[in-house]
Every structure is written in structure tokens, then in C-alpha cells.
């Protein structure tokens, strides 16, 4: 499956953004999908992550409570709502796709697709 990852820009601190996580290539399902960020000087971190099956996520503690994921199976989309943005969310956002229930939410180990990045960048 591709993933072709699209909505990111520059905004302001407080701002908001959402990025989609569009698949296409493959009418097979999928485990659940992630959305990974790496910021400038730092590794890459996960962000979010969705279930597929039952549509349980999970949040990574800097963006708990600002940030939003869902699906659209329909579209096969998922989709990143960030608000209230901060400067430390600069970073590139990739989505990953786990079709076997293998991957690893945590390190992004053992995902079968990944998307080519796109760039967030909050400052004032």
C-alpha cells in the first residue's frame, strides 16, 4: 500500500492543522495506522495511533488532550487534528501503516508501509 501524507504548513503558536494519511494500491485491510513526527536535532517519536478493528488510539503524553486521530475507511484515510499547537511540534509528520498487527507503536519497528513526510512548523 502507499500513503501519501499531505496538510502540513506553518502556523502560529495556538494554531491548528490537520494532516490526511490517504492509501491507495491496496483494497486489503489493515491492523491499525500511526502517525510518527521528527523533529529537527531529534529522533523520531510516535505521535498517534489507531486500531482498525475497534478504533481504539493511543496518544503520546506531549500531545494528549490537543491532538485527534480517526479514520475514514470509506476514503481510506486517517486523519491528524492538532490544536493548540506548540513550537516543540515543529517536526515533519509521517504516517505508517501495520497490515499484520506486528508493528510496534512505540519505535515504528515492523510497520509494512510508511508515507513521505510532511512538514510542520509553528512559530510566531
Known amino acids: 500500500v502507499q500513503l501519501q501524507a499531505s496538510g502540513g504548513g506553518s502556523v502560529q503558536p495556538g494554531g491548528s492543522l490537520r494532516l490526511s494519511c490517504a492509501a491507495s494500491?491496496?483494497?486489503?485491510?489493515?491492523?491499525?495506522r500511526c502517525w510518527f513526527r521528527q523533529g529537527p536535532g531529534k529522533e523520531r517519536e510516535v505521535v498517534s495511533c489507531?486500531?482498525?478493528?475497534?478504533?481504539?488510539?493511543y496518544y503520546s503524553e506531549p500531545v494528549k488532550g490537543r491532538f485527534s486521530i480517526s479514520r475514514d475507511n470509506a476514503k481510506n484515510t486517517v486523519y491528524l487534528q492538532m490544536n493548540s499547537l506548540k513550537p516543540e511540534d515543529t517536526a515533519v509528520y509521517y504516517c505508517?501503516?501495520?497490515?499484520?498487527?506486528?508493528?510496534?507503536?512505540?519505535?515504528?519497528?515492523?510497520?509494512?508501509?510508511w508515507g513521505q513526510g510532511t512538514l510542520v512548523t509553528v512559530s510566531s
Open positions: 505508517a501503516s501495520d497490515r499484520l498487527g506486528v508493528g510496534n507503536w512505540i519505535s515504528g519497528s515492523d510497520f509494512d508501509s
Open positions: 494500491g491496496s483494497t486489503v485491510g489493515y491492523h491499525s
Open positions: 489507531i486500531r482498525n478493528s475497534d478504533g481504539h488510539t
